[in-house]
């Protein structure tokens, strides 16, 4: 071998050590370990499960809330703020605790706060109470009493004409860590997915049942056109303005009246076989 490889191996067995060795004597992190509770990991397929109901959009904010608080081992409460762009009074669409409305409340009396900040700059915020003192003066004076001591607020886009968040509660000193914050994206980003999925699934349906009428409409119309054509030898167009003017005279629908003209000679023909 040679003798500068055995100082490259060495070099690199060196290395390799000193960062076992600081690794094992390092302590594991509380963070870290807690995270592989099953009460994380039932509450991430409870989530699961209600996204896979194409449940309603208020049934996926209530358990985006509920789950999210189950999930985060430091989280006591949370709620969802959705603030029309037009609108200077944004509501707690959903909450798990009764406090959340109280907490949100006073941000937006005082027009500032995380969930307010999250939704308008369109980026996670995560304070501890002394920063939030110094942030937000108004609001920390207001809620110096609930004993909330850490926030995180993640903003939630649910459609192009509200700003909202998902904010999150607690009453530890401690802070919101990374992880909390990456497990709070990766539920805001499943649930923006499912209200969008959701919205949009009904906007087809509604579009697809209009066309399916306005077919059935123009089909029928088009009957009684001919059956005009038949009975007084006019051309299409002429039958159409007949149509339209007897419409008129009795102030209904000229669709209403097609589907008269066609049932009345669909009568007649059974009759008369």
């Given at each position: 071998?040679?003798?500068?490889?055995?100082?490259?191996?060495?070099?690199?067995?060196?290395?390799?050590?000193?960062?076992?060795?600081?690794?094992?004597?390092?302590?594991?992190?509380?963070?870290?370990?807690?995270?592989?509770?099953?009460d994380?990991?039932?509450?991430?397929?409870?989530?699961?499960?209600?996204?896979?109901?194409?449940?309603?959009?208020e049934?996926?904010?209530?358990?985006?809330?509920?789950?999210?608080?189950?999930?985060?081992?430091?989280?006591?409460?949370?709620?969802?703020?959705?603030?029309?762009?037009?609108?200077?009074?944004?509501?707690?669409?959903?909450?798990?605790?009764?406090?959340?409305?109280?907490?949100d409340?006073?941000?937006?009396?005082?027009?500032?706060?995380?969930?307010?900040?999250a939704?308008?700059?369109?980026r996670?915020?995560?304070?501890?109470?002394?920063?939030?003192?110094?942030?937000?003066?108004?609001?920390?004076?207001?809620?110096?009493?609930?004993?909330?001591?850490?926030?995180?607020?993640?903003?939630?886009?649910?459609?192009?004409?509200?700003?909202?968040?998902?904010?999150?509660?607690?009453?530890?000193?401690?802070?919101?860590?990374?992880?909390?914050e990456?497990?709070?994206?990766?539920?805001?980003?499943?649930?923006?997915?499912?209200?969008?999925?959701?919205?949009?699934?009904?906007?087809?349906?509604?579009?697809?049942?209009?066309?399916?009428?306005?077919?059935?409409?123009?089909?029928?119309?088009?009957?009684?056109?001919?059956?005009?054509?038949?009975?007084?030898?006019?051309?299409?167009?002429?039958?159409?303005?007949?149509?339209?003017?007897?419409?008129?005279?009795?102030?209904?629908?000229v669709?209403?009246?097609?589907?008269?003209?066609?049932?009345?000679?669909?009568?007649?023909?059974?009759?008369?076989?």
């Amino acid at each position: 071998m040679n003798p500068d490889d055995i100082v490259d191996a060495r070099a690199a067995d060196d290395f390799d050590g000193e960062i076992l060795s600081a690794l094992s004597a390092r302590p594991r992190s509380r963070a870290a370990e807690r995270y592989f509770a099953e009460d994380t990991f039932e509450a991430l397929d409870v989530f699961r499960g209600i996204l896979l109901e194409h449940s309603r959009f208020e049934t996926v904010l209530q358990g985006l809330c509920e789950q999210v608080v189950a999930a985060i081992p430091d989280a006591d409460m949370a709620g969802v703020t959705l603030q029309h762009h037009d609108s200077a009074n944004p509501p707690t669409a959903a909450y798990s605790d009764a406090r959340v409305v109280d907490i949100d409340a006073d941000q937006y009396a005082a027009d500032e706060g995380p969930c307010l900040e999250a939704a308008r700059t369109n980026r996670i915020v995560c304070v501890r109470v002394e920063e939030v003192a110094a942030r937000w003066p108004k609001f920390a004076s207001a809620v110096a009493g609930v004993g909330v001591n850490s926030y995180l607020s993640a903003p939630l886009a649910v459609d192009s004409g509200h700003a909202g968040s998902l904010n999150i509660y607690s009453f530890d000193g401690d802070g919101f860590s990374d992880i909390d914050e990456v497990l709070v994206t990766m539920f805001v980003t499943a649930a923006e997915a499912a209200v969008w999925n959701s919205r949009h699934t009904e906007e087809a349906k509604k579009e697809t049942a209009g066309l399916r009428v306005a077919m059935r409409t123009r089909a029928t119309i088009e009957q009684a056109k001919g059956i005009l054509i038949a009975v007084r030898g006019i051309s299409p167009e002429a039958a159409f303005a007949a149509l339209s003017e007897q419409s008129q005279r009795e102030n209904i629908r000229v669709s209403v009246l097609a589907a008269r003209v066609v049932a009345s000679a669909m009568d007649y023909v059974r009759e008369n076989r």
